[in-house]
């Protein structure tokens, strides 16, 4: 379980990381914004992942 958190919490950073860059990279926008789209895109990806789990049939 410890594993399963750690592996979240490195995608979030990740996405974080990569949203702030953009996002000081265009140079207009806040830093803060950075941020949200990263944690919105982390929490877009947490819940397609839930949505595909549930669509697997057994054999």
Known sequence: MRLVIAAHALAAGALIIASVLAVRFVGVLPLWLGVLVGLLLY?????????????????
């Open 43 to 59: 929490a877009l990806t947490l819940l397609l992942a839930k949505a595909d789990d549930g669509d697997e049939e057994a054999p």
